[in-house]
Nanobody, 119 residues
Framework: QVQLVESGGGLVQPGGSLRLSCAAS????????MGWYRQAPGKEREFVAT???????RYVVSVKDRFTISRDNAKNTVYLQMNSLKPEDTAVYYC?????????????WGQGTQVTVSS
């Protein structure tokens, strides 16, 4: 069983930065995607960024050029560096792992970490 533990959320002023971390325990295999979604109050959960085990990254347009996703495969950890934060980035951020193995697929989610951008 894979468990994800997130950290790094908090309160930051507009224009500031935060770095989220998400560490996965258990085996996530060699073929997987790790990434982030977010959910703002009253809104549906939204894709933010993902990074494959092969190194390909993808972002939602609204965060491109401000957020950077990275991974430390030795530590099974994914990071989200968030710069130039805006009030509309306020949300609960959830990390996830999509694990692919021999034709099977499993998805795991973290508990979420709150990011609040406000002056």
């Amino acid at each position: 069983q894979v468990q994800l533990v997130e950290s790094g959320g908090g309160l930051v002023q507009p224009g500031g930065s935060l770095r989220l971390s998400c560490a996965a325990s258990g085996s996530i295999g060699s073929t997987n995607n790790m990434g982030w979604y977010r959910q703002a109050p009253g809104k549906e959960r939204e894709f933010v960024a993902t990074k494959t085990s092969g190194g390909t990254s993808r972002y939602v347009v609204s965060v491109k050029d401000r957020f950077t996703i990275s991974r430390d495969n030795a530590k099974n950890t994914v990071y989200l560096q968030m710069n130039s934060l805006k009030p509309e980035d306020t949300a609960v951020y959830y990390c996830y792992v999509q694990k692919f193995n021999a034709g099977t697929y499993n998805e795991y989610w973290g508990q979420g970490t709150q990011v609040t951008v406000s002056s």
